[in-house]
């Protein structure tokens, strides 16, 4: 394997020195760039491009093109998983993911099998194995995958959703039903990392994202639980490196010291929590990636050199901190602005590196 040229991200998802901030940003591939709305359109539609490796690489690579990242991330999607299960992942424009076949039943949810990641989902490891290859050790990949939780939303709801009635009411009238379509899924995605892993993701990360709408007690039940149990599955090392995992909750600020808990190496924070207060709460035991509001990439030059500089003093000095935003950038920010951001972050870094 090619040795690894910039290992920042790495080094610091491990607590260890690093010269400057690391940085990548959530969604750092996408709609906001010219030239990935044009490679989009090459491919047909955003599915037919996760399934083309040579075009999933292509975009993957773009935003490192143009801006200093620390780590490029897989090009790909949370709902590949669902999708390998049979439940017919499609996009309308403007409404975001569907399923034409959503879990409505335990007899659906004993209907589904876990997917065979070098089968079904092979189009994902390939394109891993061709962002690897193309990637030249410049920066590490990042794998993902959703979190169970976050994945059960969008199979039982259909699609996306803002009041989460069909598996609320899925949680506490038939908690059973919801626990045997969580642990499949726990299932699955532990299947699904190790191979992305096995391909040559050198890190891995779980979008948790819609965590944040349950009680604290039904977060612990039937959130992370089961990203607790796919911590525990993941292989800790590969070619001899360590393999990172990152447990990102959207607004899980309040149950820090529990997901610091299972073991993972660092948490992502979303913009709702001060660093400081995160970082006193478990910085001895993980890393702390985000935590910059999307929006601040509206606002001008100064205002978000600024923001850098308060999350950036808000950390401290020392290790155990990459810089993103608190989630993915927002599809009309000027690319100009990700550029005064990501410089931002590698200049006004440096005095706490000593
Ligand atoms: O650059 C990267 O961050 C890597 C690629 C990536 C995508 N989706 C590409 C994508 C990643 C890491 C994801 C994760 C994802 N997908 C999450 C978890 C993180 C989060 O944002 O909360 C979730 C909840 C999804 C589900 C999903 N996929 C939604 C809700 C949508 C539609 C919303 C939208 O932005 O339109 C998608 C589609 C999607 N996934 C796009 C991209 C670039 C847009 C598709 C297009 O080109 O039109």
Not at 217 to 235: A, E, N, P, T, W
Request: include cysteine.
């Amino acid at each position: 394997m090619t040795e690894l040229k910039n290992d920042r991200y790495l080094r610091a998802l491990l607590r260890q020195s690093v010269d400057r901030t690391p940085i990548w940003m959530m969604r750092q591939a996408g709609r906001y760039l010219p030239e990935y709305r044009e490679v989009r359109a090459q491919a047909g539609d955003f599915m037919a491009l996760c399934k083309n490796p040579e075009l999933a690489s292509e975009v993957t690579l773009q935003p490192l093109r143009r801006f200093p990242f620390d780590a490029a991330i897989l090009f790909s999607d949370i709902l590949t998983i669902p999708d390998a299960m049979g439940l017919g992942l499609y996009f309308e424009t403007g409404e975001g993911p569907k399923f034409s076949r959503p879990i409505q039943s335990r007899a659906d949810v004993d209907k589904i099998g876990i997917p065979d990641p070098e089968c079904e989902l092979q189009y994902v490891m390939n394109a891993v194995r061709q962002i690897r290859h193309d990637l030249k050790g410049s920066v590490p990949l990042i794998g993902f995958s959703g979190s169970p939780w976050t994945l059960a939303t969008y199979m039982v709801e259909g699609g996306s959703s803002k009041a989460f009635t069909k598996i609320k009411k899925m949680m506490y009238a038939e908690p059973e039903t919801l626990h045997s379509l969580l642990d499949k899924l726990a299932d699955s995605v532990i299947l699904y990392l190790n191979a992305q892993i096995k391909a040559g993701a050198q890190s891995v990360m779980v979008f948790d994202t819609w965590g944040g709408v349950l009680t604290p007690r039904d977060y612990r039940d039937f959130s992370l639980q089961y990203m607790h149990k796919i911590v525990d599955g993941l292989i800790k090392e590969h070619d001899g490196n360590q393999v990172p995992v990152t447990l990102f909750t959207k607004n899980g600020g309040m149950w820090l010291e529990q997901i610091a808990a299972t073991g993972c190496d660092a948490i992502g924070l979303d913009w709702t929590i001060n660093i400081e207060d995160a970082k006193a709460r478990v910085g001895g035991q993980v890393a702390l990636q985000g935590n910059m509001d999307p929006s601040m990439l509206y606002a001008p030059a100064q205002r978000i050199r600024d923001e850098v500089a308060q999350i950036l003093a808000g950390f401290g000095e020392g290790s155990g901190h990459v810089f993103n935003l608190g989630h993915g950038i927002h599809l009309d920010v000027p690319p100009e602005n990700v550029d005064i951001f990501v410089n931002a972050v590698h200049e006004l870094s440096i005095p706490y590196h000593k």
